[in-house]
């Protein structure tokens, strides 16, 4: 990456951070773009490189910040001896799970847009990164040792399924507290993974 390139990506990163400190804080209706480019010390003119208004840096936003979490999560996966789909995919949910019960206003921010940052964000907000879970995804299916059918299927039904149900436990305790739900959570996800089997 050049000097030019390097400049650009920090830039970016600053007004991803200052307009996430100040959607948690103010809240994004509360929000200018004036607050955002004078917090991250830049032009206005530098805030319309990448975004078109403060909604397409939220949705960027989520999309960054989801990445992260699954980047994480894959991290620690690879410091780990796991083998089979099925438990590598639960490890990872169970990471972002444990992430978001002590980060409660990035699971507030988020919501339930899991899938934004799972699936390909590229389409969803013309984000490109460098830390795409989606590839990711397609490479652990490809080891895997057995073979899968409508594989953006599964894996759009378990994190939507993770995302919504993980918020409604953690916030509400709704149907239940996380840690019991976890169990129901993750022999569903085992459910799913395997009705996506291509059976011999």
């Known amino acids: 990456m050049g000097k030019i390139d390097e400049n650009k990506k920090r830039k970016k990163e600053t007004l991803f951070n200052s307009a996430y ?9 509360s929000t200018a773009i004036s607050d955002i480019v004078e917090k991250a010390g830049v032009a206005k003119g530098t805030f319309y490189l990448y975004f078109k208004d403060k909604y397409d840096i939220r949705n960027k936003l989520i999309v960054h910040k989801t990445q992260e979490l699954f980047h994480a999560a894959k991290l620690a996966l690879d410091q780990e001896q796991i083998a089979g789909l099925d438990d ?3 490890f990872i949910i169970e990471h972002i799970i444990n992430t978001l019960v002590v980060n409660i206003p990035l ?3 988020i919501s339930k847009n899991l899938v934004m940052g799972a699936l390909r964000s590229v389409l969803l907000t013309g984000e490109n990164t460098d830390r795409d879970f989606y590839e990711t995804f397609l490479d652990m299916v490809c080891q895997d040792s057995y073979e899968y059918q409508d594989v953006d299927v599964m894996l759009f039904t378990i994190v939507e399924l993770a995302g919504s149900a993980g918020y409604n436990s953690i916030l509400y305790q709704e149907p239940l507290p996380i840690e ?20 011999a």
């Open 21 to 29: 400190e100040l959607f948690l804080t103010k809240g994004i209706n």
């Open 180 to 199: 019991q739900y976890k169990p129901f959570l993750y022999r569903t996800v085992r459910l799913i993974i395997d009705s996506h089997r291509i059976k």
């Open 88 to 90: 590598q995919l639960i």
């Open 107 to 109: 699971l507030n921010f």
